[in-house]
T-cell receptor, first 110, second 116 residues
Framework: SQQGEEDPQALSIQEGENATMNCSYKTSINNLQWYRQNSGRGLVHLILIRSNEREKHSGRLRVTLDTSKKSSSLLITASRAADTASYFCATDFGNEKLTFGTGTRLTIIP | DTAVSQTPKYLVTQMGNDKSIKCEQNLGHDTMYWYKQDSKKFLKIMFSYNNKELIINETVPNRFSPKSPDKAHLNLHINSLELGDSAVYFC???????????????FGSGTRLTVV
């Protein structure tokens, strides 16, 4: 299966702490994307990182990509209650479809 | 100003019925998709259309038939609904350069289908 896997499956932290989620995949990618899904809602695109990039930032989000280890991480700094959601990595192998991982359920405790 | 809109948001129907879900995007994207999210939150692609042309058809039963009248619309028709079809169906769109996305996908808010 080309599906990515997120780790951990669930994460609970105190508000203000940093949250780190990891994603591993099995075959070479063109790009990797991170999405957020709030309960009962659609997915929201957060960051796209291409295979020739190692790190990207967007506000409080930092994504790294290590193609040699076939892994990526999403760091959310200074977490807020509104960050409570499920986070998915999605891999694009250049075959015109995005394959989603299993997701990390993040809970921020006020 | 909704970028990708799906209707209906909820759909409850009996086994054996035929139903349709509509999707429209106003982003000018050239590619649209249907994804299915199961009860364990696993998302799987079903179909992809690029400029009204079917690009991806992922081992989906023939009871599912997508239709794209123009590049801004991608509808999903399901015949003879079964209990296992219960899921949340998401429409999405993207702008691609060749086989690769320029940006991330934009998703609709989903249609929760419940077959009873």
């Amino acid at each position: 299966s080309q599906q990515g896997e997120e780790d951990p499956q669930a994460l609970s932290i105190q508000e203000g702490e940093n949250a780190t989620m990891n994603c591993s995949y099995k075959t070479s990618i063109n790009n990797l994307q991170w999405y957020r899904q709030n309960s009962g809602r659609g997915l929201v695109h957060l960051i796209l990182i291409r295979s020739n990039e190692r790190e990207k930032h967007s506000g409080r989000l930092r994504v790294t990509l290590d193609t040699s280890k076939k892994s990526s991480s999403l760091l959310i700094t200074a977490s807020r209650a509104a960050d409570t959601a499920s986070y998915f990595c999605a891999t694009d192998f250049g075959n015109e479809k995005l394959t989603f991982g299993t997701g990390t359920r993040l809970t921020i405790i006020p | 100003d909704t970028a990708v809109s799906q209707t209906p948001k909820y759909l409850v129907t009996q086994m054996g019925n035929d139903k349709s879900i509509k999707c429209e995007q106003n982003l000018g994207h050239d590619t649209m998709y249907w994804y299915k999210q199961d009860s364990k939150k696993f998302l799987k692609i079903m179909f992809s259309y690029n400029n009204k042309e079917l690009i991806i058809n992922e081992t989906v039963p023939n009871r599912f038939s997508p239709k794209s009248p123009d590049k801004a619309h991608l509808n999903l028709h399901i015949n003879s609904l079964e209990l296992g079809d219960s899921a949340v169906y998401f429409c999405a769109s993207s702008q691609r350069f060749g086989a690769l996305p320029i940006y991330g996908y934009t998703f609709g808010s989903g249609t929760r289908l419940t077959v009873v």
